[in-house]
């Protein structure tokens, strides 16, 4: 599959932890990062009006960028700029999107970038949530390995992959995403504690299998089927059948499984069971 070229926009290059998941997608040759002076120059102003960086660390930022994406930068000529016939104040993005013959422009700002003046040049807007649901889609294993490499290297403070996760759902508007790389990464977790849960402790269940009632949750299994039902609003929150498994896992699952799973391996130990 051919590489996609991409113009990142200055609002999604510097809100973090949004900006580190994007460029370390782009450092792993996810895909092909561009963007020009004037969008990195966006992005720092950005940075040092809300007081993230001093104007001497904002500088150091752009150089460290640039000598990571040596290739990245694009030079736009203001005759091509005024031509353009999107919103005024981001006319520079897709005269950089041509110049870089980029396939997609990242953006939380869309409605500055209407189709009608991109589908003249074969231009695409997308929503960064939309891009990094794409990447992940296109090869889920390097998108989670990004985040995994992510979370591993924040050390002020430490976070965890499920942590790291909820901020860039909650903070960065990436729901979709997060919820995908939250079930690839958790599912497992999820699904052995289960299984566990309901081979010890599991009791018959009206409907054929066992099953077993949690305060939180209801888990049933039978053959080879397995479901998860939450007891809120959400209803059946993960289910394995026919070799496939579905389902959508919030971060606060994680959590509770992961602390059911603590505590489970530890009564187990107790008493002697394997």
């Not at 939309?130 to 924040?154: H, K």
């Not at 089927?225 to 809120?232: F, L, S």
């Not at 498994?245 to 602390?259: T, W, Y």
Request: proline share 5%.
């Amino acid at each position: 599959m051919e590489a996609l070229s991409v113009i990142v926009d200055s609002c999604v290059i510097f809100p973090m932890p949004l900006c580190d998941t994007l460029l370390r997608a782009a450092e792993t040759e996810l895909y092909i990062v561009h963007f020009s002076q004037e969008i990195l120059d966006g992005a720092t102003r950005n940075l040092v009006k809300k007081g993230k960086m001093t104007e001497v660390k904002a500088a150091r930022y752009q150089e460290s960028i640039k000598n990571t994406f040596p290739e990245a930068m694009v030079e736009v000529p203001a005759s091509l700029v005024e031509a353009m016939t999107n919103h005024p104040g981001d006319r520079h993005v897709v005269a950089a999107a041509i110049i870089a013959k980029a396939n997609i422009i990242v953006t939380d700002n869309l409605k500055h970038f209407p189709q009608e003046a991109l589908e003249p040049y074969g231009i695409e807007v997308q929503h960064p949530d939309v891009f990094l649901t794409q990447l992940f889609d296109n090869d889920p294993e390097s998108m989670v390995e990004v985040i995994r490499q992510q979370a591993e290297d924040l050390k002020n403070p430490p976070q965890t992959v499920a942590q790291l996760i909820e901020r860039l759902e909650k903070n960065n508007r990436v729901p979709e995403f997060a919820s995908r790389v939250r079930f690839y990464e958790y599912c497992d977790l999820v699904i052995e504690t289960a299984q566990k849960t309901l081979t010890l402790f599991g009791t018959p269940a009206a409907e054929g299998g066992r099953s077993y009632e949690g305060e939180r949750y209801r888990l049933w299994m039978k053959g080879q089927t397995i479901t998860i039902t939450a007891k809120d609003s959400r209803g059946e929150i993960l289910r394995v059948q026919n070799m496939e498994v579905e389902g959508n896992i919030s971060s606060e699952d994680v959590k509770l499984f992961q602390i059911f799973a603590q505590r489970l391996e530890q009564e187990l130990a107790t008493n002697g069971i394997e």
